[in-house]
């Protein structure tokens, strides 16, 4: 009986079956292996995804923040237009009844620089022709000699703060002929 169990048979199975084995677990590997791939490529589309979600957030909070510190800006210089122009008018007072105006030239000179630093530039009024973006009409004078339009006075300074209008000139315009006149 010895020489019916051969142990060769035996051994021939067991490395049929480890190669079989050694087969699968390849096959089984190279499955894991092209799954996990897939899983990294997915990952690789969310993270793409998250940063360029992060970089849009980035650019919003970005452009908010610049929009508010712009409207803080402009309300800053709103106010201390309204100082300015008390300080102006003070001076031609002051001027008018012949009084020294030194210091008022030299802390207006000062309020200039200010506003000039930070980008605040001065509209053209008087004798350009109104514009509804840049001014603002507070009275009409008739007058023959002038076209349609003009400016002929300007009221208040209107101001320009980063390319926008934070305050129009208020002025008066000119009719050739006041609308609602007779002819004769």
């Given at each position: 009986?010895?020489?019916?169990?051969?142990?060769?048979?035996?051994?021939?199975?067991?490395?049929?079956?480890?190669?079989?084995?050694?087969?699968?677990?390849?096959?089984?590997?190279?499955?894991?292996?092209?799954?996990?791939?897939?899983?990294?490529?997915?990952?690789?589309?969310?993270?793409?995804?998250?940063?360029?979600?992060?970089?849009?957030?980035?650019?919003?909070?970005?452009?908010?923040?610049?929009?508010?510190?712009n409207l803080m800006l402009t309300e800053i210089m709103?106010?201390?237009?309204?100082?300015?122009?008390?300080?102006?008018?003070?001076?031609?007072?002051?001027?008018?009844?012949?009084?020294?105006?030194?210091?008022?030239?030299?802390?207006?000179?000062?309020?200039?620089?200010?506003?000039?630093?930070?980008?605040?530039?001065?509209?053209?009024?008087?004798?350009?022709?109104?514009?509804?973006?840049?001014?603002?009409?507070?009275?009409?004078?008739?007058?023959?000699?002038l076209d349609n339009d003009i400016i002929t006075k300007?009221?208040?300074?209107?101001?320009?703060?980063?390319?926008?209008?934070?305050?129009?000139?208020?002025?008066?315009?000119?009719?050739?002929?006041?609308?609602?006149?007779?002819?004769?």
């Open positions: 009986m010895s020489e019916d169990q051969n142990p060769e048979p035996t051994m021939k199975v067991e490395t049929m079956d480890t190669e079989e084995v050694k087969e699968e677990s390849i096959d089984n590997l190279k499955s894991l292996l092209e799954k996990e791939k897939e899983k990294v490529v997915s990952y690789e589309k969310k993270l793409q995804y998250l940063l360029a979600d992060f970089e849009n957030l980035k650019k919003k909070i970005e452009s908010d923040v610049g929009t508010r510190v709103l106010k201390f237009l309204s100082i300015y122009d008390d300080f102006i008018r003070a001076k031609d007072i002051l001027a008018k009844q012949h009084v020294k105006t030194e210091g008022l030239d030299g802390i207006l000179k000062n309020m200039s620089s200010f506003l000039s630093e930070y980008g605040v530039i001065q509209i053209d009024a008087v004798g350009e022709i109104f514009d509804p973006k840049f001014h603002e009409a507070m009275a009409i004078k008739e007058d023959s000699s300007e009221i208040r300074k209107g101001y320009i703060l980063q390319n926008r209008v934070i305050r129009p000139s208020l002025v008066e315009i000119s009719k050739t002929k006041l609308e609602g006149e007779n002819n004769g």
